[in-house]
């Protein structure tokens, strides 16, 4: 598969201003590092997640990869496109949609801002009425394509900044906080709409968030991203088994009394075992393994031996709240270090 985008130590500083005194000419500027070194690589037709707190540098590489602001130092690559010696080359093949509604015309309809957008691109006027009435259609503003923005919910203009960042039918779709400010039942609309109708055609999508839920849902991989640094990477399986120290599940079970736990804690890789809950009869037994694949089946095969009877057993995976938390608490002890 080849790479839609690499980046190559791509620095970007920024200066820090504090006041009115910052602007003399003789006062030693000082600088806010929003990227430090990234280097990265996305592959084509992927769903790529940035995730990361507020202020950990995900709006600024976004912002550098559609040619928006120039790096420090470092470059980067859209399709071999260099964003520096190609940016027209690479401002043809991206779009981007964020949560800003300031760009769009108020008192104009939806369709009238997106037809404003399209003469940006040079589109003609019947090629951009059919573009139009596509992405009016695919973002489900068929209906209300001639109401003026003003009128809009929070999603139809969130739907409608995404149609317009696929006006130019870009290839690389890069994604800023698209569910932001949005309700619960209109965030997961969005979320659907880019899932099944944005990266089901192909596109590769890049997307910055600190929504872990939403990461999860639509991402094939995610970096991890803290202070201009890429901290962890990789798809969520295995950010789980790069931080997670061990591996829980939940048994269901009959005829298990306490003196039998001693006897599965004895068995190698058995961190612990406690039981949780009685009812009907039924036990709840929880445990933490060092490794699911090669102790469970220790586990069942002694409890079965012993007479007793299975109900059901659930697994439980390390959340990506606390893989995020693990990242950022690892990096912060490195560098106390």
């Known amino acids: ?13 920024f200066p820090r201003t504090s006041g009115y005194r910052d602007l003399l000419p003789f006062r030693q500027k000082q600088r806010v590092t929003a990227l430090d070194g990234v280097d990265l690589e996305v592959k084509e037709g992927e769903f790529f997640g940035l995730l990361g707190p507020n202020g950990a540098g995900k709006t600024t590489l976004i912002k550098l990869l559609c040619c928006l602001v120039l790096p420090s130092s470092g470059t980067a690559r859209v399709f071999g496109h260099d964003i520096l010696r ?24 939806g369709r009238e801002n997106l037809q404003f957008f399209a003469s940006l691109y040079h589109l003609s006027g019947p090629q951009a009425n059919k573009s139009i009435n596509e992405l009016l259609n695919l973002a489900g503003l068929a209906d209300e394509g001639d109401i003026r923005f003003q009128n809009y919910s929070t999603g139809m203009r969130q739907k409608l ?31 659907n709409f880019f899932k099944e109708r944005v990266a089901g055609e192909g596109k590769t999508v890049v997307l910055a968030t600190h929504n872990l839920n939403e990461a999860e849902q639509l991402c094939d991989r995610l970096a991890i991203v803290d202070h ?25 079970v009959r005829h298990l009394s306490e003196p039998f736990l001693p006897r599965l804690r004895q068995i190698d890789g058995v961190i612990d075992c406690q039981i949780s809950n009685k009812y009907n009869g039924i036990s ?16 069942l095969q002694i409890m079965v031996q012993n007479n007793i009877e299975i109900c059901d057993c659930q697994l439980h995976e390390l959340p990506l709240e606390e893989i995020f938390v693990h990242a950022l608490s690892s990096r912060n002890m490195n560098k106390e270090n």
């Open 1 to 13: 598969m080849n790479a839609a985008i690499r980046t190559l130590q791509l620095t970007k500083h």
């Open 86 to 109: 190609e940016e027209q080359a690479v401002k043809n093949l991206v779009g981007l949609v964020s949560s800003e509604e300031r760009s769009f015309f108020w008192r104009l309809t």
């Open 161 to 191: 900044a995404i149609a317009r960042g696929l006006i130019s039918q870009p290839q690389v779709l890069f994604v800023d906080e698209p569910t932001r400010s949005l309700d619960p039942v209109s965030a997961q609309t969005v979320r």
């Open 228 to 252: 201009g640094h890429i901290i962890a990477l990789g798809t969520v399986q295995e950010l789980r088994s790069l931080f997670q120290s061990h591996e829980g599940c939940e048994l269901q």
């Open 284 to 299: 709840i037994l929880k445990l933490k393994l060092s490794s699911r694949l090669a102790v469970l089946p220790q586990v």
